[in-house]
């Protein structure tokens, strides 16, 4: 009893570690993007904006920046309160729009092909707090990355909420979404790799296709995912839950406070959780699965054709074990 006990805990100290790393990593990214150098001059102006116009559409309040799909080969996005939408361009072309109001305080830039739209600063104030609580760990740290975030929110100007609209044709490299009280929306996209951070909001990923790694982080809020994702797909969740549906060939799901839910073609999963159920289903034959969780359930179903072996530990609860399996199997199920 002692020796399972042991190994059961053991698998707990390592799902918490591992949600908590993943989730501080991802918030100190965020808070780093507060840090940028402050702009004296707010009167900013960007000669890529160009006519107002929504896409054909007049509306004074709008405006737009069109590239060549040529000319941008990467995205990056580095936002405090805005909502993001990004959608399939229907002329090939890349489309940036805001609401006119918010130029005086959204940079947008082109350099060797990456475009970049940014959040400009009024000021820098990084107060002693910020730099003591760079060192916490566990969920100290993450808290103290939530709050650096917070702050930064508080002393940006607000901006008159509209969401920053992207339209996107295939074949970018890389596109890059961050913002802290925001929701990140993509529909219906092709792209090489995917990195979406939030602090406060969902993020939803619809019907899209990433053919090299995709990193998805949300802190309070779900993370919705659907689609094709060529190599590792990471799913961050703090407060919130996960939903997966789709082709994935190695999924790694990190949770805190919420429940996991896989399905579709799913080649191998990690996943950890420390208070919510993980439930994961493959219509194929996997490769693999590891699950950890401290307070909840798991449940895993598989094809009939797949003889894995199935290595189970619990500290307080049943344990069920339906299916065929060969304790020599390459394929290794540990829960």
Not at 74 to 97: A, I, K, M, N
Not at 137 to 157: D, Q, Y
Not at 263 to 287: L, T, W
Request: some cysteine; overall charge negative.
């Amino acid at each position: 009893v002692e020796d399972t006990a042991e190994t059961a805990f053991s698998s707990v100290r390592s799902a918490l570690d591992s949600a908590m790393q993943s989730v501080r990593t991802a918030m100190d990214g965020l808070g780093d993007s507060f840090r940028s150098e402050p702009v004296d001059n707010m009167t900013y102006t960007n000669d890529l904006w160009q006519e107002n116009t929504r896409w054909g559409e007049d509306n004074e309040s709008v405006l737009t920046a069109v590239f060549q799909p040529g000319q941008v080969n990467r995205v990056s996005f580095h936002l405090v309160g805005e909502d993001v939408e990004v959608e399939p361009s229907t002329d090939g072309l890349v489309h940036v729009e805001i609401n006119k109001a918010d130029e005086p305080m959204l940079q947008l830039t082109l350099t060797d092909g990456c475009l970049s739209l940014k959040r400009v600063r009024h000021r820098q104030n990084v107060d002693a707090q910020d730099l003591e609580n760079e060192e916490l760990e566990g969920l100290g740290g993450i808290f103290a990355g939530i709050g650096r975030a917070l702050r930064g929110v508080f002393r940006m100007e607000r901006t008159s909420g509209d969401p920053v609209r992207l339209l996107l044709p295939e074949g970018i490299s890389l596109v890059t979404l961050q913002t802290t009280s925001g929701d990140i929306d993509l529909t219906g996209l092709t792209m090489g790799g995917l990195t979406a951070a939030t602090t406060s909001g969902d993020i939803d990923v619809e019907d899209t296709t990433v053919t090299g790694a995709a990193h998805l982080t949300s802190t309070s809020g779900d993370v919705d995912v659907s689609g094709t994702f060529g190599e590792t797909l990471s799913l961050n969740a703090t407060s919130g839950d996960i939903d997966f549906n789709g082709n994935a060939l190695h999924i790694a799901a990190n949770n805190v406070s919420g429940d996991t839910d896989l399905q579709g073609r799913i080649g191998q999963v990690k996943a950890n959780s420390v208070s919510g159920d993980i439930d994961i289903r493959s219509e194929m034959a996997m490769d693999g699965v590891q699950a950890n969780t401290t307070s909840g359930d798991i449940e895993v179903v598989i094809p009939d054709d797949m003889l894995p072996c199935v290595t189970t530990n619990t500290t307080c609860g049943s344990v069920n074990v339906d299916c065929a399996t060969d304790p020599a199997s390459s394929v290794l199920i540990r829960l």
